[in-house]
């Protein structure tokens, strides 16, 4: 057994073998309660609703999660240790949202973000100098305000900035500043028409 973790250790770190030791004991914890721990130990969260398969790479060290949130089933968060991740109240990530958070991304209050989509604050570096696969992601924040929907499918891509009140049509790319209480489609997303009463 001692040869056994020393190998685990050796190749995969004692970071790494902390954090599976840590899995481990929480998964023989039983489902109901495994996911109760997992939003307090990943989210730092103890009222967050967590479904299940929910899948979580990397811990963020800067993460602040609002009263009533929902991650829905097989939703997967990648983040990295440096990142802020921020939501609000009454937060929904329906079912396979996928969220990587490189840097910094802040989600208001009663927002609802629809099943398959990415919300993603780093993209590849494709300039034609060297390799792109090597190459450093480039980054920017992602700014979600207060009662906004996002529909189904949708790319929120780095450097965007959702002001409240948006309603984002189903499988709309999302890069750059959505106007408050405005309704937008497309790839690129593009204001359809405002919310507002005339």
């Known amino acids: 057994m001692k040869e056994k973790l020393g190998n685990y250790v050796q190749r ?11 899995h481990v004991v929480l998964r023989t914890l039983g489902k109901v309660h495994f996911r109760k721990i997992k939003a307090i130990f990943y989210f730092k ?22 009263k ?16 802020h991740f921020e939501t609000g109240d009454h937060v929904i990530f329906s079912y396979h949202v996928l969220v990587t ?34 190459s450093e992601d480039k980054k920017a924040p992602i700014r979600i305000g207060n009662n906004v929907w996002i529909g189904r499918g949708c790319l929120i891509c780095e450097g965007a900035i959702i002001e409240d009140g948006v309603v984002v049509g189903a499988n709309s790319v999302v890069k750059g500043r959505l106007l408050k209480d405005t309704i937008y489609a497309g790839a690129p997303a593009k204001a359809i028409k405002s919310r507002l009463r005339n």
């Open 12 to 22: 995969f770190g004692a970071y790494n073998t902390i954090r599976k030791s840590v």
């Open 68 to 83: 009533c949130n929902n991650i829905y089933d097989y939703s997967i968060f990648h983040f990295n240790s440096e990142c």
């Open 101 to 134: 958070c490189e840097h910094d991304i802040r989600i208001g209050n009663y927002v609802q973000i629809g099943e398959f989509t990415s919300i993603r604050d780093s993209t590849h570096n494709y300039s034609v100098e060297g390799n792109m696969m090597g």
């Open 45 to 66: 969260s103890s009222n967050l609703i967590l479904g299940r398969h929910v899948k979580i790479h990397g811990i963020a060290n800067r993460i602040t999660m609002g």
